[in-house]
Each structure stands twice: as C-alpha cells, then as structure tokens.
C-alpha cells in the first residue's frame, strides 16, 4: 500500500474506553466520506462499538475517557504493558473533561445525591498520563475527525506530526465569524488550541476551551478585557473550569 508513492504501514489499532460519553469513539467512525480510507491505513483489533472479537496484538492503544474507579488503574496498565504507543483520545482522556467537575465537591456528597442507597465506588477524577506514560494527546470533546485522520496518516508514513500551535481565534477570524467578546460575551478562542475550525463558535457558541491552551497565552489580558465587558470574575471561572483543560493557564495567577 501506497501515498504519494510513499509505502504505507497498516497499525494494528485497539480503541478502549474509560469514564466518557464516548463520543469521541463515534467520531472515529464519523466523516464517512474518507472512512475507506480511513480504514484502510488501521486494522482494528479491539473496539467495543463495532465488534465483539478482540485481540491483545495492538500497537496503538487509544484511550478514550478518564479514570475515575480503582479498577481502571490495572485496567489501563495493562494496556500501557501490551501497547507500543499510547494516544490519549479527547478532552476527558487528556484533561479529566467534564468529568472532574466532580472534584470540586466532595465524592460523599456526589454519590449520596446521585446514587441514594445504591453506592458505586469511586475515586477523584484523573487524566490518562496521570496513571500511566502517554505518548500522543489528542484533545477535543469531542476530537476532531479530520485532525484524527492526519495523525493516523503521520502514524502510517512514519512523518512527524505537525501540531497548531496558534489559538481558535485564528481559524474563528478565517471563519468569518463576529466575536463574542466584541458583542460583550466570554469567549476562550485566544487562548485556546486551534484544530477544531472554530466548531463551536461557527455554530453560534463561544469556545469554552475544550482542546486545551495553545503554545502562548497571555490569560491576564484575556481576563482584564472580558471583566472590561462586564462579565464577573466568578463566571469566568466557572466556564474556564468547564473541562479542566485551561488550569494550567491560571496557576501563576494563584
Ligand atoms: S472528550 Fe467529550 S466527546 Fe469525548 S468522550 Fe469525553 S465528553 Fe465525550
Ligand atoms: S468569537 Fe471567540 S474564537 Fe472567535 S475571534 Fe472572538 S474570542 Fe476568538
Ligand atoms: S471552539 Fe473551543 S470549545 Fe469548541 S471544539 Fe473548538 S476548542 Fe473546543
């Protein structure tokens, strides 16, 4: 198998979930117009959502999800011992996503609110690379499927993976789109990870800064305009916790 003249190595691929809404599994499958080819530079061999055979031969392991149960910790061990590379797949995978929100309250009083009598066990959220070594993070709640299949395509000619490292703002202002902060609203694309095509704010929602901070962020500024426009501190931070990816962003500041 041939790119541009180039021969093509086929990956053995497993995908595996964890704590997630598992969307970021559906985007594999999603773009179906480059799917036979996406497919064809990845043979499968474990994936839960589209078939009940696996098998332990894989030399990617993407994981999809947080940790959140003891369980989990062997579980994922056990795929960091099997696999040669591992890719975190998605905000959660990466960042903890909408899952950590769960961190800033105590898991007693989650649970009892949740689950009355009926008690799962559970432990604070973590990222993947938390736990174990990761080699490859794929941000994104969920990723972007076109950014999916270039890495794949890196993965199988051996060449380097070019990652942006410009924020949303670049690709919302290709987009044509009037800015939030310009109406008066919040908005993270300036400090945010390009590579999603401004999905969000396209569709007529601001960017809440899924796909982490990008290589320069200046987080004062962004936070002087946005209390300029009149929009508190307090909600500032709330939304900027949304998928615990901009943490890092604010610890100089605390
Ligand atoms: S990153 Fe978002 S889409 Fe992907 S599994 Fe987590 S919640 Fe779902
Ligand atoms: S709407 Fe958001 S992403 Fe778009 S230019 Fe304004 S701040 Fe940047
Ligand atoms: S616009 Fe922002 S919140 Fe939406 S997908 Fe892109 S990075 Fe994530």
């Not at 591992?86 to 769960?102: E, M, R």
């Amino acid at each position: 198998m041939e790119f541009s003249g180039i021969p093509l190595k086929k990956l053995r691929a497993a995908f595996f979930d964890f704590t997630s809404c598992e969307g970021c599994q559906l985007q594999i499958l999603n773009h179906e117009k480059n799917l036979p080819d996406f497919l064809s530079l990845i043979e499968i061999v474990n994936f839960r959502e589209i078939s009940s055979d696996k098998r332990d031969d894989y030399e990617i392991a993407f994981i999809e999800g947080a940790v959140s149960r003891k369980d989990q910790i062997d579980r994922l061990k056990d795929i960091r011992k099997k696999a040669k590379l591992v890719v975190s797949l998605g905000t959660c995978a990466c960042y903890g996503g909408v899952n950590a929100i769960k961190n800033n309250f105590s898991i007693e009083s989650m649970v009892d609110e949740v689950y009355k009598e009926n008690k799962p066990e559970t432990i604070p959220v973590q990222k993947i690379s938390e736990i174990i070594s990761v080699d490859l993070e794929i941000p994104g709640c969920p990723v972007s499927k076109i950014e999916l299949e270039y890495i794949i395509l890196c993965l199988a000619l051996g060449s380097v993976i070019e990652k942006k490292k410009y924020p949303v703002c670049i690709e919302c202002k290709q987009n044509m789109n009037h800015c939030f902060i310009d109406k008066g609203s919040l908005c993270f694309g300036a400090i945010t990870r390009a590579g999603c095509d401004s999905i969000c704010v396209n569709g007529g929602l601001p960017c809440y800064g899924c796909r982490g901070p990008s290589a320069s962020v200046n987080w004062m500024s962004l936070k002087n305009i946005l209390i300029d426009k009149g929009i508190t501190e307090e909600e500032i931070l709330e939304k900027l916790s949304l998928f615990n990816s901009l943490n890092e962003v604010i610890k100089d500041e605390n």
